[in-house]
T-cell receptor
Framework: DTGVSQDPRHKITKRGQNVTFRCDPI?????LYWYRQTLGQGPEFLTY????????KSRLLSDRFSAERPKGSFSTLEIQRTEQGDSAMYLC??????????????FGPGTRLTVT | GEDVEQSLFLSVREGDSSVINCTYT??????LYWYKQEPGAGLQLLTY???NMDMKQDQRLTVLLNKKDKHLSLRIADTQTGDSAIYFC??????????WGAGTKLIIKP
């Protein structure tokens, strides 16, 4: 396994358009997380899946954002009617969810979204 | 509040030790982490410490935890140019949520 992958790596879209990002976690990881990171800041938690169940959504996540993990493997994050304030790096992470490795979250390279 | 705080920049000479500091907010946090982010690369876990420990050493890295003051530090011995990166401190609030600092950019002077 080569780690967490994300697609696309970069996305430029016009304001008002919808965008969808994909994350493929490490294969045996049943925990999956989405974060958003803006320049000069640390990641901000968006949402969390355990298998296919979305167990938590941040208050930061407006109704324009939706995430799915239909078969408990890959996940998608969709942003509808994008706004310039949505421009950021969207990070996906996965973990085994066990204490033995400190609950380590493994991060993908991110998808950089630019809304013009 | 939920702020994890770090200095934004640290400049050290190659070969010296770097000490990056972090204060966190939640005394009930069970794990505290140091992640490294290099340009164009994903976040990489460097090390973590469980809250019942006060020190952890891993090769050139030493983590110190002061639970009373909610203070965490990362010491990098014999700093090399390859250590240039942004270092993030994070605390584990629950089964799913990490709260992150804004990151400390480590600058290495020759």
């Amino acid at each position: 396994d080569t780690g967490v992958s994300q697609d696309p790596r970069h996305k430029i879209t016009k304001r008002g358009q919808n965008v969808t990002f994909r994350c493929d976690p490490i294969s045996e990881h049943n925990h999956l997380y989405w974060y958003r990171q803006t320049l000069g800041q640390g990641p901000e938690f968006l949402t969390y899946f355990q298998n296919e169940a979305q167990l938590e959504k941040s208050r930061l996540l407006s109704d324009r954002f939706s995430a799915e993990r239909p078969k408990g493997s890959f996940s998608t994050l969709e942003i509808q009617r994008t706004e310039q304030g949505d421009s950021a790096m969207y990070l996906c992470a996965s973990s085994l969810g066990t204490s033995g490795d400190g609950y380590e979250q493994y991060f993908g390279p991110g998808t950089r979204l630019t809304v013009t | 509040g939920e702020d994890v705080e770090q200095s934004l920049f640290l400049s050290v000479r190659e070969g010296d030790s770097s000490v990056i500091n972090c204060t966190y907010t939640d005394s009930s946090s069970t794990y505290l982490y140091w992640y490294k982010q290099e340009p164009g690369a994903g976040l990489q876990l460097l090390t973590y410490i469980f809250s019942n420990m006060d020190m952890k050493q891993d090769q050139r890295l030493t983590v110190l935890l002061n639970k009373k003051d909610k203070h965490l530090s990362l010491r990098i011995a014999d700093t090399q140019t390859g250590d240039s990166a942004i270092y993030f401190c994070a605390e584990r609030k629950s089964n799913y949520q990490l709260i992150w600092g804004a990151g400390t950019k480590l600058i290495i002077k020759p």
